[in-house]
């Protein structure tokens, strides 16, 4: 089984920054594209920025040029850069990864779609 595990969230004034983590543990052997969601409170879960294996991002509109997605293939982990911070970014953020090929045995398996548990994000004065 692999995990994806968050970390790095908080309270911070609007303008402010934060860095979010998000490390994967397991035999893992790759990791395909990994990406940040949020969910605020009464809305539906969002796409927040998503970075590939070879290092192709995309944003979502409103974050352009705010934050930043980077991720260390060595040590699984993908990060989140968010700069600018405003109230509306206040969120549960989660971490996901759309396929981890894994050892199992002398072989190796595929586990899609894997989610990690969310950290807050609260931006407010």
């Known amino acids: 089984q692999v995990q994806l595990v968050e970390s790095g969230g908080g309270l911070v004034q609007p303008g402010g920054s934060l860095r979010l983590s998000c490390a994967a543990s397991g035999s893992i052997f790759s990791i395909y594209t990994m990406g940040w969601y949020r969910q605020a409170p009464g809305k539906q879960r969002e796409l927040v920025a998503a970075i590939t294996s070879g290092g192709s991002t995309n944003y979502a509109d409103s974050v352009k040029g705010r934050f930043t997605i980077s991720r260390d293939n060595a040590k699984n982990t993908v990060y989140l850069q968010m700069n600018s911070l405003k109230p509306e970014d206040t969120a549960i953020y989660y971490c996901?990864?759309?396929?981890?090929?894994?050892?199992?045995?002398?072989?190796?398996?595929?586990?899609?779609?894997?989610w990690g548990q969310g950290t807050q994000v609260t931006v407010s004065s």
């Open positions: 996901n990864a759309d396929a981890i090929r894994r050892s199992l045995g002398v072989t190796s398996i595929y586990e899609w779609d894997v």
